[in-house]
C-alpha cells in the first residue's frame, strides 16, 4: 500500500528530518525523502531513520518501484556505488554481477570521469526503471531507502527469513524441511541383519543427523562402514553394514590324499572341521583333524601324504644325471636318464626307475671320450698340439704359426670338440696387407697390386679435381710393416681473397668448401639510411678471384632545406649534406617567433622529420582610438604585429596630450603609451570673453580677475601633468613601454 507522510514524521511513525514518503509491500517496505541530497547524504539519511538505500536484487523489483514510485524529474539514488574501481551493492560489500546490472543505453560512464555513484530513472520517457551513473556529489536526487521486516528467529532456528517482493520465506537449512523449518528430514528406519547396532537421534527417530554404530559377535565380521548418517537429501550416508561369519583359508586334499569337512556358518567358515587321509601306498605326515577358529586360522598344520623312498644315485664321471620326480626326489615312480658331458659317449644303460620295492633297475653306466681327424701343419707355418685324454681326442688343442713375412689367416688355435670336429677353418698363411686407400675427396685414385689389392708392394698414385690443389704426397707404397710409406694427401679448394661488409653495410656468405673458397657466394646490403652501390652479390671462381667489383654504400639523400623567410638555417651533417643523419636547426630574426619544429632531421626513407618552420612577426596589444580623437596605423608584417607604427588626433576643440606616434618593438609592447585628447582651456576663455559686453567686462573686471586668473593657472598645471604621465619620455630620456595597466591609470 502507498502512504504520504508528514513533514518531520512518516505515516508509520518513523522520525525524518524532511518530508518523506513511504510505501509498504508485503514483508518489508520503501520509503523516499521529499528533499534532494548528495549520494553520500542519502545514504546516510537511509541509514539513521531506514535500514540502507535500496539494494534491488532482481527485475521484477524494478518493475515494482518503476510502477508504483511518483515521477521526479531528479530520479532517485540507490545503495550502488564504485569501491576501488568496482561497481558495488554497499550494503552487502558485494561486487555487481554482469547478469544482475540494468544499466541505461551508453552507461555506465558515459563521460569517462568521476561517475562512482547510481540513479534509477522512474517513469522516464524512455528506459525507464534503468541505471545511470553520475557524480556522488550532484545535490539533485530524492533517496530511496527500504527497512527489512524480517524478524529474529522466525524461521526457527534451522531456517533463514529471505525478503521477495509482497512476501518472505523461509529458507531452510540442509536437512530441515516445513513452513518454519520445524521438521527435520526422515531417512529410511535401519533392520541390521546379524549385527548388534546402537543409535542417538537429536531431532528424531532416523531423522537428519542422526548416528547408528554397528559391531559383530565374536567370530563374526562387520561388511561395512562402522557408523551411518542421516544425510540432508533424506539418505544414510553409506549402506547398512552386515555380520558375515570369518573365513578360514579354503582346504584342499594335498595329492594322493582325500577330505571330509563339515560346516556350521559357510563353507570353510567359523566352526567348520576337515579330516585327512591318505591312498593306499603312501603314508600321513600331520595331523588328522582340523577346525576353523574365530582368528580366521586352521588348528593344526596342514598334513601331506609321502611316497616310498630308493637309495641316491649320483652321475658317472664326465657324465650328467637327470631325474624326474613324480612324488619326491628318488621315490616311488622316479626316473633317472644317465648323459655324458659334451666330448665323451655312454657305455652302459641310459636310465634306472625307482621300483615299489625302494630298489633301481639295471647297472651304472661309464663315460669314455670321443676322438677327433689328425692335423698337419700349414704350408710355410707350425704346428704345436697339447692332449688331456688322449692323442686328438676331445679336448686335445693345437696352435698354428707363420714364417716371417707372413701373417695367420684362420684360427690361432683349434680344440677337438663333442662334436668328433675342430673349431674354426683351416688355417693358412698370407702376406701381409695395409689398410684399402680411397681416393681424396674432389680426387682421384690409380693404384698398381704385386701381391694382392693393397698388400705388400702395392703403390699409388693420387691426383685432384680441375679446381682443387693436392696438399701432401703424390704417391705412397704399401710396407713389410703392413703400413703405406707416406699420409695420404688431400685436395682442397682454391681460395679467395677474404671480403670485409662495405662501411655502413652487412656481409652474409654461404661457403661451399670452406670460408672464401671455391664457389662461396658473399651478399651485400647496407644498414638503414644506406643505400647499395655495385652490384649485390659476389662468387669466388675457380682462378680464386671474385666476380664483380666491390660495393659501397652510400647516405641515402632528403630534399633540399631553405631558411624561413624572416628566418635563418643552421645545419650540421654526419655524411653528406642533407642526408641520413643530418640534422637542421630554424631560428627567427628579432621581431620574429618560430612556428613549427626548431629543429629536423633527416630519416632512413629519405624524408624529414616534422612540418615545415614559418617565422611569425611577434604581435602587439591591439590600439583604440582615444575618446575625441583618430587612430591611423600602418602594418609591415600584420595587424598590430612587430614594426607596425600608429599616428593619433584629436577633434576640433580638444588637445592631444602624449605622443603622436607609437611603434609595436620586437619584445611585443609599443614604444609610448597611447595618448589622450583633452578640452581646450582657452578656447573656454574666448567663449566667455566674446558673450560678455566690453562695459560688464569693465564693471566686474576687478572682481572677476584674480579668480579667472587662478582658474586658468590650475588648468594649465593640471594638463602639465598629464603630458608627464602620457610622455615620460620628457623626464627619463627614454621611450616608455605601454602597457594596460599604465593606460589605466592615465584616465
Known sequence: MWALGSCGVCCLGIAVFTCGVVMQVGAWTYYYSEEDYEWDDARTYCQTFFTDLVAIQNKEEIEYLNRTLPYHGKYYWIGIRKLRGIWTWVGTKKALTKEAANWATGEPNNRKFNQDCVEIY?????????????????????????????????????????????????????????????????????????????????????????????????????????????????????????????????????????????????NFAFGSICDFSCQPGFELMGS?????????????????????TCPVLSAPEHGELNCSHIHGNFTFGSTCDFSCLPGFELMGPLSHECTAMGTWTGDTPQCKAISCSVLSAPEYGELNCSHIHGNFTFGSTCAFSCQTGFVLMGPQSRECMAKRTWTGDTSRCKAVTCPVLSAPKHGELNCSHLHGNFTFGSICDFSCQSGFELIGPESCECTAMGTWSKNTPQCKAITCPVLGAPEHGELNCSHIHGNFTFGSTCDFSCLPGFELMGPVSHE??????????????????????????????????????????????????????????????????????????????????????????????????????????????????FIQMGAEMLRCSATGNWTRHPPVCEEDSAAFLKQVLVYTSTSALAAIGLVLSGTLIALLAKQLSDREEKKKLLNPTSDLGAPGIFTNAAYDSTL
Open 540 to 653: 669466388c671462381t675457380a682462378m680464386g678471384t671474385w666476380t664483380g667489383d666491390t660495393p659501397q654504400c652510400k647516405a641515402i639523400t632528403c630534399s633540399l632545406l631553405t631558411a624561413p623567410e624572416h628566418g635563418e638555417l643552421n645545419c650540421s651533417h654526419v655524411y653528406e649534406k642533407f642526408t641520413f643523419g643530418s640534422i637542421c636547426d630554424f631560428s627567427c630574426q628579432t621581431g620574429f617567433e618560430l612556428i613549427g619544429p626548431q629543429s629536423r632531421e633527416c630519416m632512413a626513407t629519405g624524408t624529414w622529420t616534422g612540418d615545415t618552420s614559418q617565422c611569425q612577426a611577434i604581435s602587439c596589444p591591439v590600439l583604440d582610438a582615444p575618446s575625441h580623437g583618430h587612430l591611423n596605423c600602418s602594418h609591415t608584417h600584420g595587424n598590430f604585429t612587430f614594426n607596425s607604427t600608429c599616428s593619433f588626433s584629436c577633434k576640433e576643440g
Open 122 to 266: 522512474i517513469k522516464r520517457s524512455s528506459e525507464a526503471g534503468k541505471w545511470n551513473d553520475e557524480p556522488c556529489t550532484k545535490k539533485k536526487k530524492k533517496a530511496l531507502c527500504y527497512k527489512v521486516s524480517c524478524q529474529p528467529l522466525i524461521c526457527g532456528l534451522h531456517g533463514d527469513c529471505v525478503e521477495v517482493i509482497q512476501s518472505y520465506k523461509c529458507e531452510c537449512h540442509p536437512g530441515f524441511e516445513g513452513d518454519k523449518c520445524e521438521n527435520a528430514v526422515q531417512c529410511p528406519i535401519l533392520e541390521p541383519r546379524g549385527a548388534y547396532m546402537n543409535c542417538s537421534h537429536p531431532f528424531g527417530d532416523f531423522r537428519y543427523n542422526s548416528t547408528c554404530t554397528f559391531w559383530c559377535p565374536e567370530g563374526f565380521e562387520r561388511r561395512g562402514a562402522d557408523e551411518l548418517q542421516c544425510l540432508a537429501d533424506r539418505q544414510w550416508s553409506v549402506e547398512t553394514p552386515t555380520c558375515t561369519a570369518i573365513t578360514c583359508p579354503e582346504l584342499r586334499a594335498p595329492e594322493h590324499a582325500e577330505l571330509n569337512c563339515s560346516h556350521l556358518h559357510g
Open 288 to 308: 588328522q583333524s582340523h577346525e576353523c577358529m574365530a582368528t580366521g586360522n586352521w588348528t593344526g598344520d596342514i598334513p601331506r601324504c609321502k611316497a616310498v
